[in-house]
């Protein structure tokens, strides 16, 4: 059996503290954002090719695992000493069982319906053996079909599918919506993603589902820069979404269609405002909501459009 405690550390505080506890002889640290579902949340991301701007939240809730038997206090104690600073006070004290911490981490992930699209995790038995079952391991990956901005996808494309076209699935994470795309019928399908386990772990959900999608980094996708699709989504951050506007619009063809998401409600005017002065083409509404998440989307007119806007 382990105890497990929280304490409470500012961004600047952050690394000092979770090396000096493990150091003392904590098992584990783990991080959240204190300010999680309140106004005052924020994210962490990184762009393509760089280092995220901050590495910690505003307000830090560190959950410290330790021995059932260990001292809480000495060990706070013990980091402090090493840190020449006073102890933070130890709130949320619990005892944890020992378990078997792979099948308690995959029971969280059931399968989920949307529309007639299963996502299944791939260790479930898909419910309904007829429908569009999309077999998924996140591995080291984001995307299980848990999150309402993945969510908001899935219902847009299966509301639209993709049949026939070219889909661009930038920042692809588990390959959840590029392998959707392809299961409704797309025929050409590319994920692009900075993090290399994203793209590995994608490629594999890809071949378990039997679908053809090309998976690749971003230094690779540039080396295209003229190639166009008829679908492109993009389900990542507000911030990161908004600094890609112009590389995203200028990758929908003349009358193909965007697909945005990761953006909250209040976020969603500023994205509008972004993606039409990166290309006065651009056409974008908020489609979707759930949760405070929406999901935004629209057109790039043809090119003479505005030239001739009264044809």
């Known amino acids: 059996m382990f105890a497990e405690f929280q304490i409470l550390l500012p961004a600047d505080a952050l690394d000092a503290w979770t090396d000096a506890l493990l150091a003392a002889g904590a098992l584990s640290v ?57 102890p933070p006070a130890a709130i949320a004290c619990k005892a944890v069982d020992d378990c078997d911490w792979v099948r308690q981490t995959q029971a969280q992930f059931a399968p989920i319906a949307v529309g007639r699209i299963w ?43 993709p049949t026939g076209l070219s889909v661009l699935d930038y920042g692809c994470g588990s390959g959840i919506l590029s392998i959707c795309a392809a299961a409704l019928g797309a025929a050409d399908v590319v994920g692009v993603d900075i993090d290399p386990a994203a793209i590995a772990t994608a490629g594999h959900n890809a071949q378990e589902n039997r679908v053809t999608v090309r998976y690749t980094a971003p230094e690779a996708f540039a080396e295209e820069p003229e190639r166009r699709f008829d679908l492109v989504i993009a389900n990542i951050l507000a911030n ?47 489609v979707a909501q759930d949760e405070g998440w929406v999901a935004i989307a629209g057109t790039r007119q043809a090119d003479d459009t505005l030239r001739n806007p009264n044809p």
């Open 240 to 286: 990161p979404i908004m600094v890609l506007a112009p590389m995203l619009a200028h990758r929908v063809r003349p009358g193909g269609t965007i697909l945005l998401s990761g953006i909250l409600e209040r976020q969603a005017q500023a994205i509008i405002d972004t993606f039409l002065r990166a290309d006065p083409r651009m056409a974008l509404a908020v």
């Open 119 to 161: 996502i299944v995790p791939s260790w479930h038995t898909p419910p309904d053996p007829q429908a569009i079952n999309i077999r998924i391991d996140p591995g080291a990956a984001f995307g299980t079909g848990a999150h309402p901005t993945t969510r908001l996808c899935l219902q847009w494309m299966e509301r639209n599918p």
């Open 30 to 86: 783990s991080v959240e954002d204190d300010d999680r579902d309140t106004p005052d949340e924020s994210a962490l991301y990184g762009e393509p090719g760089e280092e995220p701007p901050d590495p910690a939240w505003r307000n830090n809730r560190v959950s410290v695992l330790v021995d059932r038997d260990a001292d809480i206090g000495d060990l706070l104690a013990t980091a402090a000493r090493d840190l020449d600073a006073a």
